[in-house]
């Protein structure tokens, strides 16, 4: 098993929508990079068009490619790549975020174009590494990344189901991955395939993690069933469990998840979270400096049990050339 830290790289505060944009929290990087470092892990920093335009990012991403201490891949916000049309979720950071699975084809097209060839004039290196914003992703979303040459995905979250979340008004909303697997899989497209390596989020109590069939029809009925909602507030209230840094996040619980990875033998963990986490206060995750410091105490205690496993690191694109 191998260990894989995403961080997508955004501008500041994205769940207020249609705020300024700011990337302020890019200065907080390179602490949490030093912290990596130490550890010899190797992340995998999934940037935004507004990153790519911003002076201090193309200086220490491109000094982390150089150095071969991380890898630069690809995080599509629809609302702030161009093109841009002239309606209610499709305008340059429009109010409503929208998924990348409800666009046009052909401008979902020229977005992950326009973004491929921004990160690469910015940092030197075309990506070949993704994930979608508010993991707005399908299979033609994986086709289009297959066509311009991406290896990789990561937008899947297993046990997940996004549609009550809307992006464009009056449209689907966001994707349904409950039936997804944890596991890495394939698409391909004639010449062109796809690997998709999806966010690892776990059942971890029983009985919810004996049986894939009985924690997706649990978590795809919770919300319809009185027994079940009070079955989440008394046993299952963190149910599935992320591999990311919340908060609320123990040792314990993170030690659950890997212990359960083990067991179901994945070859990959993957951890997520945004890098406005970094800065106090541009997060709703992480609102003073307190909660930063609990953070990085957080994160060097699961850096360690890593170690501890004899768990290395890799990236996505690293682990797509396995």
Known sequence: MKFILTI????????????????????FVPRFQDLCNKYFIKPTYL???????????????????????AEIGAHLHSWTTPPFLDMDGYRKNDKNHAFANE??????????????NLI?????????SFRSGRYGFNDNVAGVLAENGYLVDSSVTP?????????????????DFIEKTPFPYSYTFGDNSLL?????????KFP??????????YFRQVDNSIFLKVLRKLVFSNQPLWFRPYSWMSNEMFGELLNEAIRLKLPYIVMMFHSSELMPGCSIYREDEDSISR????????????????????????AARN
């Not at 009056?170 to 994707?175: F, H």
């Open 196 to 204: 998709e390596i999806p966010i690892t989020i776990l059942p971890t």
């Open 120 to 128: 690469e004039n910015s940092f030197g290196k075309k990506p070949l």
């Open 47 to 69: 940037v935004t068009s507004e990153v790519c335009e911003d002076d201090f990012a193309k200086e220490i991403f491109t000094d982390y490619l150089l150095a071969n201490t």
């Open 8 to 27: 997508d790289t955004e501008a500041d505060n994205q769940w207020d929508h249609g705020r300024e944009l700011t990337v302020e929290n890019l200065r």
């Open 159 to 175: 046990f997940m189901d996004w549609s009550a979340n809307k992006g464009i008004p009056g449209n689907s909303g966001g994707p």
């Open 295 to 318: 953070l990085y105490d957080q994160l060097e205690r699961f850096f360690i049990l890593l170690r501890d496993n004899n768990i290395s690191s890799l990236t996505l694109t690293e």
């Open 208 to 217: 919810l993690n004996k049986t894939a069939k009985l924690a997706r029809y």
């Open 103 to 116: 666009l046009p084809g052909e401008l979902l097209t020229e977005k992950i174009k326009n973004l491929t």
